[in-house]
């Protein structure tokens, strides 16, 4: 006897089957013939042959005998179904007990084959249209009754093991066609899914391929009309050619092409177009192909820098350096350079000479005020209104990938709740970073190692350490009266008559006159206020001039009160009479430098110190300590700090004062009030003191020795440690003052006339 296992391929009716016979032959002990009895068992799960055990299969199996082979094909006809009683397995074969099962044939046959007639009927319209019905139509009007229907159409059934031993072990006939054909019709609703399925996305495709066709065939038609009018290119054409010109990063190309398709999708009508419209004019606008470095000639750099800015020997020294580094090592930037002075000194006016001395654009980025990190880093897309940060909107400004860029104020970034403006920054200036700096609204890398920053600053006090640390402070100390005539003259002045519309042969300004202008009508370091007066002489003389009034207008220094419609400006000037207890001392301002008058003034009370003129905690600390030196040198003289009050005063009132540098001036000041002796109001001082007698350093120098001449200071004690300093101070000031270093307060106080010198007193 044959045994043969099957899986799923089980005949459900008394009738003929295909089976595959390489299965047939791999399972039989002699190649499968015609005659042959086979025995097909159902396995109630899904094994590999040589796993299968007598508890794998159904009790109920079906008979059948062999009746053709046909190539790689058998024909079985089964012929009843079979109880198995027991199955033995020997290690080579099973030992199957069989028994016919019997069946209840309670159908009627015109019933049956009126069921066969429609199921085909069914069965062939379902077909009507598909490649499977063109290959069986013949087969199938060949089938007779419903048991080859069902036989030839069992291996399409979408139903179970279970489902078929269920329908194989039901007696009643009536019962197994109705089984049969309820599977029958749910497998054939299936296949009517899966057809309609099929050709929907069949269509689908095709409907796919027609547009994309169609859109090839317009879009051919486009060129072809773009080249005999450009004007009417449309945008989604724009960007594409402008990405494709652009040379982007293979990162920034993608995100490009990405917000392009959604353009494309979207169309003109979609409420986000403009947004994605916004991004790729932008990102394509952008200069993202490396500028080869440009050839640097050193002389033309420093002749550039003369003509532009008179003075600022040291600044344009540095700067030449820079650029000299720079033509050595083939690169485009180099150190962060942080100009810090007084307003109007030319730091900002600088970046532009160097952009000209290197041939680079120039841009200037203002950070005053900016609060928000997103000023920096950019707004991310997500939010409606976003918009890149001020750094790309810069490069994109100047047109370049190489520019040079301007950060104005950086002093007055202001830190909140809405982030630290500040920390952003470092990933700007941080050579080591800025090579992939990410805007957050381009949300791509965009490399800034070429871009030559410049800051500006009135302080560092202010700027975080941090940020502080990744750039070289250059100081711009204020300008002399010498140098304020010179731009004047050279510069400001020809640039005001131009703008006003005015020729050398229409306005006079002698030499007189801008020194009145000077000196009597601005104070400050810089010149910004010295450009206003002169730009308001030109339009005085442009009211005249066009009026008719005179055809030449000379302008005298005695007609500038009325030209300039304002009162001479009351600088302090040193005192006529010198009184003890008051000392003239020198500080700085924003504005350049001022002399600062100490008063001291002993009142009948029980030890009391008063401090007026809006002194700072560091400027009271400082009072302290003058006190406790001037008790410890004069102690004969305690007794004035006890039986009287202390009054100390630093006029201009209205003006906040603070900082160290004037502990010098008022341990003198009461030095002179307890020793009755005056000094000399043509001498002035400046330095930090300790509880030690020590005179030490302080800053702003530069500026405090020019507002000494401009007083008409004779003499200046100064400390010793800061006769370096002196190199950046104007040489007009050194000659006109006398500078000495002091080391110690009892040297001043020496100097002074208020302490005997050591020897005179031996």
């Known amino acids: 006897m044959i045994t043969i296992f099957t899986y799923n391929k089980l005949s459900l009716t008394d009738v003929s089957c295909y089976f595959q016979l390489e299965y047939l032959n791999s399972q039989s002990d002699k190649p499968v013939s015609v005659s042959d009895k086979v025995l097909f068992l159902m396995l109630k799960t899904d094994k590999k042959e040589g796993e299968i055990s007598p508890e794998d299969v159904y009790p109920i199996a079906t008979r059948g005998v062999v009746e053709k082979i046909d190539g790689e094909w058998a024909l079985v006809h089964t012929t009843s179904r079979v109880n198995l009683d027991s199955i033995q397995n020997d290690g080579e074969h099973f030992q199957v007990q069989l028994r016919t099962r019997p069946e209840i044939n309670d159908i009627d046959s015109e019933e049956q084959q009126q069921r066969f007639q429609k199921m085909r009927a069914d069965l062939l319209e379902t077909l009507e249209g598909t490649q499977w019905l063109m290959n069986a139509r013949s087969n199938i009007m060949q089938w007779h009754n419903l048991n080859e229907l069902i036989t030839f159409t069992s291996s399409l059934l979408q139903i179970s093991n ?104 979207e169309g003109k009508e979609g409420h986000e177009y403009g947004m994605l419209y916004d991004y790729l004019d932008f990102v394509t606008s952008l200069v993202w192909k490396k500028e080869p470095p440009a050839p640097i ?307 009948k009370g029980n030890g009391r110190i008063t401090i007026t003129g809006q002194l700072g905690d560091v400027m009271k600390e400082s009072v302290q300590i003058a006190v406790s030196l001037v008790k410890s040198m004069f102690p004969d003289k305690a007794e004035l700090f006890e039986q009287n009050d202390l009054h100390i005063h630093v006029p201009a009132g209205a003006v906040p004062k603070d900082g160290p540098s004037a502990g010098i001036t008022l341990t003198t000041a009461l030095a002179s009030l307890v020793t009755g002796t005056a000094v000399s109001p043509e001498i002035a001082m400046t330095g930090e003191v300790s509880l030690r007698g020590m005179v030490m350093p302080i800053g702003g120098l530069p500026e405090k020795l020019m507002a000494a001449q401009r007083t008409g200071v004779q003499k200046v004690f100064i400390p010793e440690e800061n006769m370096d300093d002196l190199a950046e101070v104007a040489e007009e000031v050194r000659q006109a003052i006398q500078i000495i270093p002091m080391h110690r307060v009892s040297d001043v106080l020496e100097r002074a006339g208020i302490l005997q010198p050591v020897s005179a007193v031996a």
Not at 230 to 250: A, L, V, Y
Not at 302 to 310: M, N
Not at 424 to 431: G, H, I, N, R
Not at 548 to 557: F, L, M, Q, R
């Open 297 to 603: 000639n050193l002389n033309t750099a420093r002749t550039i820098l003369d003509e532009d800015h008179f003075g600022l020997k040291k600044t344009k020294g540095r700067i030449l350096q820079q650029i000299a580094v720079m033509a050595l090592n083939k690169k485009q930037s180099g150190s962060i350079l942080l100009f810090v002075g007084a307003p109007g000194t030319g730091k900002t006016s600088i970046g532009q000479s160097i952009a000209r001395a290197l041939g680079r654009k120039y841009v200037r980025v203002s950070l005053g005020g900016v609060r928000d990190e997103a000023e920096i880093r950019g707004h991310r897309r997500t939010y409606i209104g976003a918009m890149p940060g001020r750094i790309m909107d810069g490069i994109r400004r100047s047109g370049a990938s190489n520019p040079v860029v301007v950060l104005d104020e950086v002093d007055k970034l202001v830190r909140d709740y809405g982030g630290d403006p500040s920390s952003a920054l470092l990933e700007v200036l941080d050579p080591e970073q800025n090579s992939t700096f990410t805007d957050h609204y381009m949300n791509v890398p965009y490399d800034l190692s070429d871009v030559l920053f410049v800051c500006t600053a009135n302080t560092t006090d202010t700027i975080p350490e941090p940020l502080l640390n990744r750039m070289e402070v250059i100081s711009f100390p204020g300008y002399s009266a010498l140098e304020k005539f010179q731009i004047a003259k050279k510069h400001l002045l020809p640039k005001a008559m131009e703008k006003a519309g005015i020729t050398e042969d229409n306005l006079v300004v002698g030499d007189d006159t801008l020194r009145a202008v000077i000196s009597d009508y601005t104070m400050e370091a810089g010149v910004r206020g010295l450009k206003s007066r002169l730009n308001t002489l030109c339009r005085a003389a442009a009211v005249k001039i066009v009026s008719g009034e005179e055809e030449t207008v000379a302008i005298k220094p005695e007609d500038l009160r009325s030209l300039l419609e304002t009162a001479p400006i009351r600088h302090d000037h040193i005192l006529e009479v010198k009184n003890p207890g008051i000392v003239t001392g020198l500080a700085w301002t924003q504005a350049g430098g001022e002399i600062l008058f100490i008063e001291t003034l002993f009142t």
């Open 162 to 265: 279970e489902e078929k031993f269920t329908i194989l072990a039901e007696d009643s006939v009536s019962a197994r066609t109705e089984k049969m054909e309820k599977a029958f019709y749910e497998s054939l609703a299936l296949f009517k899914v899966n057809v309609e399925a099929q050709t929907a996305q069949q269509q689908s495709n095709e409907q796919i391929y027609r547009e994309q066709a169609i859109r090839r065939q317009i879009s051919f038609l486009q060129d072809e009309l773009d080249k005999l009018h450009p004007e009417n290119i449309t945008d989604i054409e724009k960007f594409e050619q402008k990405i494709r010109d652009s040379g982007m990063n293979d990162t920034a190309r993608a995100e490009a092409e990405k917000v392009l398709n959604r353009m494309k999708q």
